[in-house]
């Protein structure tokens, strides 16, 4: 195995990978409302299964009243998980600026802002989402994820650090703790968090394929094979096997957001 030339390679994948921990379960954040609207339960729960059903739903609830806040936002939300980003982007930026000021709306537009790769804005609009006095820590995650990204993995961390004071050992922040180490160069270090990630009752599947790379990219392939295949169906493990060898080959580049895990990860989120 090539260990230097993957390991280049993947520093900007493991950078996107970042995200990964807070795509999914930060993506509503802590004090959003519940979004309602005019289609029904049925419709929306039938939307919340599909992507491309999603975003027709909401797309049509939006453009029957852009102004409503509680649609755009499900209308934005729906285009990030449909992997449209610069979208999402537009529909969740001028919702902003029709309702200047609103904290989840905020925290929303930097995430989608985080996924389309507006790393300094996304941690601007980020620092308005929450308050020194009530601080969110998926936000403070998510504004670390937006520094390593930029390259500030130091003040990356102290944002991490500020999450796990409010949630000790939260699994998320942990893994986006552990790969901020691997943009720095040091994996060793990157490992020993990540375990401490994967060890937790609460850890998904995002921390397991993140722990198996960081693991394959210091040369132990088959330990990293059995991290991301462990207690898993058959079909499942070999295609989170496949997965990473593609990202250690450096032959795919997972995209930002919340859909940037292999298909039997999604599946399971």
Known sequence: MRQQPCLARLLGSAAVLAVISVGLGGCQTAGMPDITGSLGARAEA??????????DVYGEQYRANPKNIDAAMKF???????????????VLEQANLTHPGNKPLLGLYGRALVDNGNFQMAFDVLARAHSPQNPDWRILSVQGTALDQLGRHDQARNYYASALKIVPEEPSVLSNLGLSYVLS??????????????????ADARVRQNLGLVVGLQGRFAE??????ADLPAEEA??????????????????LGAHAEPAATRARS
């Open 76 to 90: 934005g939300q729906a285009l990030r998980a449909s992997g449209q980003r610069a979208q999402a982007v537009a």
């Open 224 to 229: 990293a094979e059995g991290i991301v295949k």
């Open 185 to 202: 160069g040091d994996l060793p270090k990157a490992e020993t968090i990540l375990r401490r990630a994967y060890a937790s009752p609460k």
């Open 238 to 255: 070999a295609a989170n096997v496949a997965y990473l060898k593609q990202m250690l080959d450096g032959r795919q580049k997972p995209r």
């Open 46 to 55: 039938r939307a919340s299964d599909n992507p491309k059903r999603a975003v």
